[in-house]
Each structure stands twice: as C-alpha cells, then as structure tokens.
C-alpha cells in the first residue's frame, strides 16, 4: 500500500495523537523522565494501514495497543526523540495538519525542541515541558 502525503495528513488529523508524558523515574537526574509520542490506533482489521505508516516514514513500531474480548486495537507509534525530530516533525512543518490537530501538533514540536537542547534535565525546562504538556489533548469547542 502506497500513502501519499496528503492521505496522511487528513488520516493523522482524524486518528493521530501527539503527546507527551512526564513520568516519574528515580533513575533520571530530576527524577521524572520526558516521554513524546506520535501515535495512530485502529483496529487490528485495518493494520495494513499502520504498517504502511510505518513503511512511509521508515520509523517507529506496530504493536497491539489494547485487547479485550471482543477486539484487538493496533497502533503505530513513534517515540525515538531523533525520529519525532527529523522525520515525524519535519513532515508536519511541510504538510501541516489542518484541524485543531495542528495547534496539538505545533506544542508537541515546542517540546521536542526543548528536549534537542537537553531542556528537559533542567528544573527550569521540565517545568515548562510541563506547562505545555498540560495543555495538550484536551476538550476542545470551538465557537463558530
């Protein structure tokens, strides 16, 4: 299966998750660990697709996301900090997103490029990781 550009992009703004997770880990100099991931969940019958995620941008993993009796979730998903770096981000700052999937996208960048400058193993960065990963992934209603 051969994904173009733009089929991503409206696929990602529908399934996709940018996110990051702070998590604490005594072995970290802080004592909390910074995690960022890209993420597209469906369901086992349409694993093809993920697989062809994986194959486009010649990173990240496939694995069972979550199983139950009658189910089986799939997801794709990036988490290595060079990969979100120089593949993942790069493709979305040429092809951007094109609902509120976009602002999501633009904090996610805002963290990764915090982490490039090795932000996050100070007090100060974390805090602000921390500030912008609060306000990631919520609710959202837009007034029209």
């Not at 991931?37 to 941008?57: I, P």
Request: net charge positive; glycine share 6%.
């Amino acid at each position: 299966m051969k994904l173009e550009a733009q089929w991503i992009v409206g696929f990602v703004d529908g399934e996709g998750c940018f996110h990051i997770s702070i998590n604490k880990n005594d072995q970290m100099t802080l004592g909390y660990q910074v995690l960022p991931e890209f993420t597209v969940v469906q369901h086992e019958r349409d694993v093809k697709v993920l697989h062809a995620l994986k194959t486009f941008f010649g990173c990240g993993v496939v694995r069972v996301n979550r199983k139950d009796k009658t189910s089986t979730r799939m997801a794709y998903r990036v988490r290595n900090l060079d990969h979100l770096l120089n593949i993942i981000s790069p493709f979305f700052m040429r092809h951007q997103l094109k609902t509120l999937k976009n602002v999501e996208y633009r904090k996610f960048r805002k963290v990764l490029l915090l982490m490039e400058k090795n932000s996050h193993l100070t007090q100060s960065g974390l805090e602000e990781i921390r500030g912008i990963a609060s306000q990631m992934n919520r609710k959202k209603t837009v007034n029209v």
